[in-house]
C-alpha cells in the first residue's frame, strides 16, 4: 500500500499520543495526509508531531479529551478553521477496564461508556456533519477489538460491550451515510504490542505461548489495511468490520 497518496486530506487521529495510535497517525503522514495529533497529554502530543516533522510529514497537535463534549466540538472547530474540513477519522482512542463488571466503580463505568463509546459517537457525527455541509466525501474507521466477538471472562466485560457497540456503530452510521459519499468501517485487532497490552501483560504474564502461532501481533501489521480503508481503493468497502488477530482467537 505504498502508492495510496492522501496529498491534500486531512485525518484527525484521536488517542495519538501513544501505541497504535502514534503507529497510525506516522502511517497517515508518511502516505502525505496532514495528520492531526489528539490526546489528553499535550508534552506526548508534541513529541508525535515533532516526529513527524522529522520524517519530513505534516502534522498538528490538539489537546482533546473524548470523554468531554466541549473538548471534542472544540477540537472539530478548530481543525476546520485551521485547516480544512477533516476528511478522515481514526477513532482510535478508548480504555480497557480491567475489572470484574460487579467491582467496577461508577466513576470507572463512566469513564469506559464516556471513551469508548459516546467519544467516538461525538467524534464521527461532528465530523460528518462538516462533510455533508462541505458536499465531500470522507473515510472514518473506528478501531474496535476482537474482544468485541470473543470474552473469556477474564475481567474486562464492560471493555468487550464497548467494542461490540463501537463494531455495531460502524454499521449503522455507514448506511445512514452512504447517500453522502462517507465511508464508516473499523478494524478489530487481537492482542497487538501496545501501552494498553504491555499493562495486561504485566498483570497476567506471557500469553504469546498460548496462541497458534505463539506470538502477539505487531503494529505494523496493520498499516495496509489503515491505508486501504481510507484510501479510494475502498471506495464501495464501507460498514465492514476487519478483524486483524493472526489467527490468534476462535470465532
Request: overall charge negative; hydrophobic content about 45%; glycine content about 10%.
Amino acid at each position: 500500500m505504498t502508492s495510496v497518496d492522501l496529498t491534500g486530506r486531512v485525518a484527525i487521529v484521536t488517542g495519538s499520543t501513544a501505541g497504535l495510535g502514534a503507529r497510525f497517525a506516522h502511517v497517515l503522514a508518511d502516505a502525505g495526509a496532514t495528520v492531526v495529533v489528539t490526546g489528553r497529554r499535550t508534552e506526548r502530543i508534541e513529541e508525535v508531531v515533532d516526529a513527524i516533522g522529522r520524517r519530513g510529514g505534516s502534522a498538528h497537535g490538539i489537546r482533546l479529551d473524548v470523554a468531554d463534549p466541549a473538548s471534542v466540538e472544540s477540537c472539530l472547530t478548530e481543525v476546520t478553521e485551521r485547516l480544512g474540513v477533516p476528511r478522515i477519522l481514526i477513532n482510535n482512542a478508548g480504555i480497557p477496564d480491567a475489572q470484574r463488571a460487579h467491582k467496577m466503580p461508577l466513576e470507572l463505568v463512566d469513564a469506559v461508556l464516556d471513551t469508548n463509546i459516546r467519544g467516538p459517537w461525538l467524534m464521527a457525527t461532528g465530523v460528518a456533519r462538516r462533510l455533508i455541509v462541505a458536499e465531500t466525501p470522507g473515510r472514518i474507521v473506528n478501531i474496535s477489538s476482537m474482544a468485541a466477538y470473543h470474552y473469556a471472562g477474564n475481567g474486562a466485560a464492560l471493555y468487550a460491550t464497548t467494542k461490540a457497540a463501537l463494531s455495531r456503530m460502524t454499521e449503522a452510521l455507514a448506511v445512514e451515510w452512504a447517500r453522502n459519499l462517507i465511508n464508516v468501517n473499523a478494524i478489530a485487532p487481537g492482542v497487538f504490542e501496545s501501552e494498553m497490552t504491555d499493562g495486561m501483560l504485566e498483570r497476567v504474564g506471557d500469553i504469546a505461548p498460548g496462541f497458534p502461532r505463539k506470538r502477539l501481533g505487531v503494529p505494523e501489521q496493520l498499516d495496509s489495511t489503515l491505508l486501504y480503508l481510507v484510501s479510494d481503493a475502498s471506495e464501495a468497502v464501507t460498514g465492514t468490520v476487519i478483524k486483524i488477530d493472526d489467527g490468534q482467537l476462535p470465532r
